[in-house]
């Protein structure tokens, strides 16, 4: 999916019901890498940051 070309809509949605059927044959669990803390962190320097930008 990632460099393929698709001349329609149809194209693309048959694209991607192919590779999510391919994908769902070998599923695997899903396992959060980063912590709790660090991603709160980077929501709070980001919500300060668009906050300054905003009140400007």
């Given at each position: 999916?990632?460099?393929g070309v698709f001349h329609s809509v149809g194209e693309l949605e048959s694209a991607l019901e192919a590779h999510i059927k391919e994908h769902n044959q070998n599923p695997k669990p899903f396992i959060w890498t980063a912590k709790a803390t660090d991603?709160?962190?980077k929501?709070?320097?980001a919500r300060a940051t668009l906050n300054k930008v905003a009140s400007v």
């Open positions: 999916l990632r460099r991603i709160l962190e929501v709070k320097r």
